[in-house]
C-alpha cells in the first residue's frame, strides 16, 4: 500500500503545466510574469486555492479546539501543562513530510492525513498562548471576582478568558499563518490544494508567482480578519492608554524610544 | 469616650431611599490559621467582635496576617480552628460562593473587570444573584449617583477613568447588593495622597448614610486612626495586640508595640479625633461696649482667663481689652489687640491648636454657629486635657509643662 500511494507521488519538475505551443516568447523565454498565460489558465487554480482553504480553516479550527480544551483543562491543574506543552512541542519538531509520510501506513493518502499534520502543527502554538494569556490575567480583576462569589467556571468564562483573548488571538494568527504555508506541503500528503500547481512546475516562474500569490494573500487576509475578529471582541483594549500602545506611536512616527523615569 | 465618634459628624444618616438590608455582626471565635506546610501560624487565637454598622480597621506590619484574617470571613482563605460568625451564622456552614455575594468586597488593586463597562461592573454581583434586568438597571443608576459619577460614565471602560474615579466604581461594585458585610482590603493604597484624602472622607461620609459593618484592613495607622470605629492591632506572628477604639488606643496604649506602632506622636493624632466642642472651655470676662470698666475690672478678679472680651450686643467678639483700654472710664467699641484668631465650636482640636500656635495667641474666642461666644481655648487648655488623669499619663502638674504660652 505504501508502494502505491508513493507512485502516486508527482516529482518535482516533472510534470510540465507550460502549453509551450501558441504561446509568445514569454512562456518561451519562462519571462518574470506573462500575463497572456496567466489570463488564460487562472481557472486552474480554483480547484488548489479552495482546496488549500478548507485544509487550513480544518487544520487550524481542529488545533485549535483541542488546544482550547487542553488549556482549560490544565488550567486549574497546573501540573498538566509540563506534559501538554512537551507533547505538543515534540509533535510540532516532527518533519512535515515525515509526518506526512508515517500518517500514511495508518490514514492513508488524501486530505485527513494532511488535516491530521497539519492540525498537530498549530497545537503547540495556540495552546501556548492560550495558556500564557490565562496566566497573564491581573491578580486584581482574579481575586476580585472570586471575593465577589463568582464559581471557578464563572471566573475562566466572564473574566479570565475575556482578559486573554488579545493573546490567544495572537496565537491564532501566527498558527494560521504558518498552516497556510505549511499546507502547500499538503500535496504530498495527496491532499491537493495550491502545493498541487506549484510543485507541477518549479520552474515556471509565472507558475510559482500565481500560485505562492494566492497563498501569500490567503495568509494576509487571515492575518487581517483575525486582527479585525480581536478589535471587535476586545472594545476596552482601545480604551486603555497604556504604555504599550504610547510607545508603538511614539516608534511608529520614528520618534526615539521613550524613556521611563 | 466620646470624642472618637465626635469627627464622624452626621449621627443622624439621612433617611434610607429604598429597601436597605441590616448590617450584621462579625465575631471571630479563637480563629487560628495555619498555612500548608508552615509551622507558624499566620493568626493566632484572634477573637474579636464587630458591632453592625461600624467600621473596624485590621492594622498591623506587613506581614502580620491581617489580610488573611480579614479574607477567612469571605473564605477566599479558610480557617484552620475556630469560627466566624455573621449575625448568628457560621461562614463554615455557607457555600463560598454564596457567602461572598453577601459581602462587598473592595481590595487594593481595585480589581474593576477592565473588559466591561463601569456599569457591568457595578451589576456583578445582582447578576450573579440572577436580579431581573430592571432591578439591575436602577440599582446601577442608583449606585452611579451615590458615588458621586455622572450617568454616561456608566458605559465607559474602567481603563478611561481616573484611579481615584476607579477606586469609587470599585465600592459602588462592593455595595451593588446592599450587603451587610464589607471587607475593605487597603481599599486606598494605591491612590495619590490627596485623592486617598478625599476619598477616605467620601466613605466615611456614604458610611454614616449606609451604615455598614465594614472590615477595614490598612497597614497606615493614620488611616486606621481616621477611618476605625475601632481598630485591632496585630502584631508580628498574627497576635491581637490591643482592640479599641482610636481614643482609647491613644490614650492608653497596651504595650510597647502598640505604643510604637502608633507613633510618637499619638498626642497629636488624638487631637485629630476632637472637636473643639468636645473639651471644657474657659470662660473670659465679658465687656461690653460702653460699659464702664470698673465693673470689668471687678469681673477680672480671680477670673479663668486673666484678660476681658470685648463683644457686641449679640455676644459676639470684638477684641481683647488692654491695660490701656482699661484705664479708660468706659469700655472702647475698638480695642487694641484684635479677637484673631476665633474659632469654633466644630473645628478639629489639631486645626485649633494649629490656629493658636500659628497667631501666637495665648487665649482664643469659641463662637457658636451663629458667631456668638461659647468660651475661650488655650494651648494650656488643650495641654492640660492631654495630660489629664483620664489620660492615663503620667501626672505632672500643667504649669511644669512647657508648652503653655
Given amino acids: 500500500m505504501t508502494a502505491a500511494a508513493l507512485a502516486g507521488l508527482p516529482l518535482l519538475g516533472q510534470v510540465e503545466i507550460r502549453n509551450r505551443t501558441g504561446e509568445g516568447g514569454c512562456v518561451q523565454d519562462n519571462g518574470a510574469f506573462c500575463f497572456g498565460w496567466a489570463a488564460d489558465n487562472l481557472d486552474r487554480y480554483v480547484t488548489p486555492t479552495l482546496e488549500h482553504l478548507v485544509l487550513v480553516l480544518v487544520s487550524v479550527a481542529l488545533g485549535f479546539t483541542i488546544a482550547f480544551c487542553m488549556a482549560v483543562l490544565s488550567h486549574r491543574r497546573r501540573w498538566l501543562v509540563p506534559t501538554f506543552t512537551g507533547l505538543t512541542g515534540v509533535l510540532y519538531t516532527v518533519p512535515s513530510i515525515a509526518f506526512f509520510f508515517l500518517l500514511l501506513p495508518i490514514t492513508g493518502r488524501g486530505t485527513t492525513t494532511a488535516i491530521i499534520a497539519l492540525t498537530a502543527y498549530t497545537l503547540q502554538i495556540i495552546y501556548r498562548n492560550i495558556v500564557a494569556g490565562l496566566a497573564n490575567v491581573p491578580p486584581g480583576p482574579r481575586d476580585a471576582g472570586r471575593g465577589m462569589g463568582m464559581t471557578n467556571n464563572q471566573l475562566l468564562w466572564g473574566v479570565e478568558l475575556p482578559l486573554a483573548l488579545p493573546e490567544i488571538i495572537a496565537g491564532l494568527r501566527v498558527a494560521t499563518v504558518s498552516t497556510v504555508a505549511i499546507a502547500t506541503l499538503a500535496v504530498f500528503a495527496g491532499a491537493g490544494g495550491l502545493g498541487d500547481p506549484i510543485y507541477a512546475d518549479l520552474t515556471f516562474k509565472t507558475n510559482i508567482v500565481i500560485a505562492g500569490g494566492i497563498a501569500i494573500l490567503m495568509a494576509i487576509s487571515f492575518d487581517a480578519l483575525l486582527l479585525l475578529a480581536q478589535r471587535l471582541l476586545a472594545p476596552w483594549r482601545r480604551a486603555e492608554p497604556g504604555p504599550r500602545r504610547r510607545h508603538r506611536l511614539a516608534t511608529l512616527r520614528g520618534a526615539p524610544r521613550p524613556t521611563w523615569t | ?405
Fill in chain 2, 1 to 405: 469616650m466620646a470624642a472618637g465618634d465626635s469627627i464622624r459628624g452626621n449621627q443622624n444618616p439621612s433617611p434610607p431611599s429604598g429597601e436597605r438590608q441590616k448590617a450584621l455582626s462579625v465575631s471571630y471565635r479563637d480563629v487560628t490559621k495555619i498555612y500548608p506546610g508552615q509551622t507558624e501560624p499566620a493568626i493566632r487565637d484572634l477573637s474579636l467582635e464587630l458591632p453592625a454598622g461600624e467600621i473596624c480597621v485590621l492594622v498591623g506590619p506587613s506581614g502580620s496576617g491581617k489580610t488573611t484574617a480579614m479574607r477567612m470571613v469571605n473564605r477566599t482563605v479558610e480557617i484552620t480552628e475556630g469560627d466566624i460568625l455573621i449575625g448568628d451564622t457560621s461562614v463554615r456552614e455557607r457555600d463560598p460562593a454564596a457567602l461572598r455575594r453577601e459581602m462587598g468586597y473592595v481590595i487594593q488593586q481595585i480589581g474593576l473587570f477592565p473588559h466591561r463597562t463601569v456599569g457591568d461592573n457595578i451589576a456583578t454581583v445582582p447578576r450573579l444573584l440572577g436580579w431581573d434586568r430592571a432591578r439591575v438597571e436602577r440599582r446601577v443608576v442608583e449606585l452611579l449617583d451615590l458615588i458621586g459619577l455622572e450617568a454616561e460614565m456608566r458605559d465607559r471602560y474602567p481603563g478611561q477613568l481616573s484611579g481615584g474615579q476607579q477606586q469609587r466604581v470599585g465600592v459602588a461594585r462592593a455595595l451593588a447588593a446592599d450587603p451587610p458585610v464589607m471587607l475593605m482590603d487597603e481599599p486606598f493604597g494605591a491612590i495619590d495622597p490627596i485623592s486617598r484624602e478625599r476619598l477616605q472622607n467620601e466613605f466615611l461620609r456614604l458610611q454614616a448614610e449606609i451604615r455598614k459593618t465594614v472590615l477595614f484592613v490598612t497597614h497606615d495607622i493614620d488611616e486606621a486612626i481616621k477611618m476605625g470605629d475601632r481598630i485591632a492591632i496585630i502584631k508580628q506572628g498574627g497576635r491581637l495586640a490591643q482592640y479599641a477604639t482610636p481614643a482609647e488606643l491613644l490614650m492608653s496604649p497596651a504595650d510597647d508595640f502598640v505604643e510604637d506602632f502608633v507613633g510618637a506622636d499619638r498626642a497629636l493624632k488624638r487631637l485629630s479625633l476632637m472637636r473643639v466642642r468636645d473639651i471644657d472651655l474657659w470662660q473670659a470676662p465679658l465687656a461690653y461696649v460702653g460699659q464702664p470698666t470698673s465693673e470689668v475690672r471687678a469681673k477680672l478678679e480671680g477670673a479663668e482667663v486673666p484678660h476681658a472680651l470685648v463683644v457686641d450686643s449679640e455676644r459676639r467678639p470684638i477684641g481683647w481689652l488692654s491695660e490701656a483700654d482699661l484705664a479708660q472710664e468706659t469700655v472702647p467699641a475698638r480695642p487694641d489687640s484684635g479677637p484673631e484668631p476665633i474659632l469654633d465650636l466644630d473645628d478639629v482640636m489639631r486645626d485649633a491648636l494649629s490656629d493658636l500656635l500659628q497667631t501666637e495667641t495665648q487665649y482664643a474666642p469659641v463662637t457658636d454657629a451663629q458667631g456668638r461666644i461659647a468660651g475661650v481655648l488655650s494651648v494650656e487648655i488643650i495641654s492640660e486635657f492631654l495630660t489629664s488623669p483620664e489620660a492615663k499619663v503620667e501626672e505632672r502638674a500643667a504649669a511644669e509643662r512647657p508648652l503653655a504660652g
